[in-house]
């Protein structure tokens, strides 16, 4: 006798339905639904609530809302080159490095430790870190002419500042940094 798997039901069926095959009906068959619907598993779960909302994480970023790659400092050798010879500028929750740029335009690096912290505050800290860089340094430093690389340290002060501190000591390491420069 074969054993079936135990998970398979061994079930006999009549003759009769043997070699007919299930039919599922497509929506433009369905009669109580309107013609043109889309099938709710199509829809999505809470449709009604969606109308009029912008869709988070679609994949393809809004143009001019992302720090370009060739704006971002990604080498371990220039990040240490911005450490060891660089201008410091050091505020409560922050360190400012400044150095010209070997690049044709300027940069951004971020260094933000531990400090003890939860991953979830490191992630708040570098997000607000990288708004700042590149919505107020970036364009100051392209305003002046000259590129420059700038390093953004957090030191442990910075999880306690809320954004609108971070803008200001950046301001402030900014203006210092430029005057130094002059």
Same mark, same amino acid.
């Given at each position: 006798?074969?054993?079936?798997?135990?998970?398979?039901?061994?079930?006999?069926?009549?003759?009769?339905?043997?070699?007919?095959?299930? @039919?599922?009906?497509?929506?433009?068959?369905?009669?109580?639904?309107?013609?043109?619907?889309?099938?709710?598993?199509?829809?999505?779960?809470?449709?009604?609530? @969606?109308?009029?909302?912008?869709?988070?994480?679609?994949?393809?970023?809004?143009?001019?809302?992302?720090?370009?790659?060739?704006?971002?400092?990604?080498?371990?050798?220039?990040?240490?080159?911005?450490?060891?010879?660089?201008?410091?500028?050091?505020?409560?929750?922050?360190?400012?490095?400044?150095?010209?740029?070997?690049?044709?335009?300027?940069?951004?690096?971020?260094?933000?430790?531990?400090?003890?912290? @939860?991953?979830?505050?490191?992630?708040?800290?570098?997000?607000?870190?990288?708004?700042?860089?590149?919505?107020?340094?970036?364009?100051?430093?392209?305003?002046?002419?000259?590129?420059?690389?700038?390093?953004?340290?957090?030191?442990?002060?910075?999880?306690?500042?809320?954004?609108?501190?971070?803008?200001?000591?950046?301001?402030?390491?900014?203006?210092?940094?430029?005057?130094?420069?002059?």
């Amino acid at each position: 006798m074969d054993r079936a798997a135990p998970y398979e039901a061994d079930v006999q069926t009549p003759q009769s339905q043997a070699g007919q095959q299930a @039919r599922i009906p497509g929506s433009h068959e369905d009669a109580r639904r309107p013609e043109g619907s889309v099938a709710s598993s199509q829809e999505g779960p809470r449709q009604t609530r @969606r109308v009029g909302r912008r869709e988070v994480g679609t994949g393809e970023p809004v143009s001019g809302e992302s720090l370009p790659r060739a704006a971002r400092i990604r080498l371990t050798s220039e990040i240490r080159a911005l450490l060891e010879r660089g201008k410091r500028k050091r505020t409560a929750g922050l360190d400012v490095f400044f150095l010209p740029s070997p690049a044709s335009r300027s940069r951004l690096g971020l260094i933000v430790p531990k400090y003890g912290r @939860r991953i979830v505050e490191r992630n708040k800290l570098k997000r607000r870190l990288r708004e700042l860089g590149r919505r107020e340094v970036l364009p100051a430093l392209d305003a002046r002419g000259a590129p420059h690389d700038v390093l953004l340290r957090a030191r442990s002060g910075a999880y306690a500042l809320d954004f609108g501190e971070l803008v200001a000591e950046v301001r402030s390491a900014l203006e210092v940094m430029c005057s130094l420069e002059s």
